[in-house]
């Protein structure tokens, strides 16, 4: 139990696009999922945390107009870069708290932007 | 917020010898401190946590322990095997802001056979 997928794993894209990723709970329902940026050699980096139908809180530093997040239901949130520029490259990762447990967070498989 | 440190950076060790991992944290509110590994590429992955009413706990090969004193906890891994080797991450957790993690910066295990 408790499986995160994420969609797409890798994505490409030209500087100025926008790109979104999917993040799915598929054996349970979360109401908090968390959106981390994770850089080569470097640790886990918490953007912002999203809850079910309610506006997400971003970390100090986070852009909130750049990096949109949408909780619309209990098993999906997205996150969209927009205006992605090469300093976004990133592999961006997302986690979801099993609604019933203590606080434990499950994460998905990750997504590779690369922005040329 | 919370601060959490983790040392060493990097650790070798050598197939059957133990790895200790230790972390420190800042906030006295903190109650749940998992550990997570993770390889090249892929999803950090939960190994084992503790809460702040156990001092310890032990799963196989894999041991924590909380000094909720001296506000620090460390990951244990005794026998080693090659298939050890990877980051590993300590976070701790308050409970508040939706239970959001602070991770430490992470530990690279080497592993030699």
């Known amino acids: 139990g408790a499986v995160v997928s994420q969609h797409p794993s890798r994505v490409i894209c030209k500087s100025g696009t926008s790109v979104k990723i999917e993040c799915r709970s598929l054996d349970f329902q979360a109401t908090t999922m968390f959106w981390y940026r994770q850089f080569p050699k470097q640790s886990l980096m918490l953007m912002a945390t999203?809850?079910?139908?309610?506006?997400?809180?971003?970390e100090q530093g986070v852009e909130k107009d750049k990096f949109l997040i949408n909780h619309a239901s209990l098993t999906l949130s997205t996150l969209t870069v927009t205006s992605a520029h090469p300093e976004d490259s990133s592999f961006y990762i997302c986690?979801?708290?099993?609604?019933?447990?203590?606080?434990?967070?499950?994460f998905g498989p990750g997504t590779r932007l690369t922005v040329l | 917020g919370e601060n959490v440190e983790q040392h060493p950076s990097t650790l070798s060790v050598q197939e059957g010898d133990s790895a200790v991992i230790k972390c420190t944290y800042s906030?006295?509110?903190?109650?749940?401190f998992p550990w997570y590994k993770q390889e090249l590429g892929k999803r950090p992955q939960l190994i084992i946590d503790?809460?702040?009413?156990?001092g310890e706990k032990k799963d196989q090969r894999i041991a924590v322990t909380l000094n909720k004193t001296a506000k620090h906890f460390s990951l244990h891994i005794t026998e080693t095997q090659p298939e050890d080797s990877a980051v590993y991450f300590c976070?701790?957790?308050?409970?508040?802001?939706?239970?959001?993690?602070?991770f430490g910066k992470g530990t690279l295990l080497t592993v030699n056979p």
């Open positions: 906030d006295s509110a903190s109650n749940y």
């Open positions: 503790i809460r702040s009413n156990v």
């Open positions: 999203s809850n079910e139908g309610s506006k997400a809180t971003y």
């Open positions: 986690s979801a708290r099993v609604q019933s447990s203590y606080n434990e967070q499950f």
């Open positions: 976070a701790a957790s308050s409970g508040g802001s939706n239970y959001k993690l602070t």
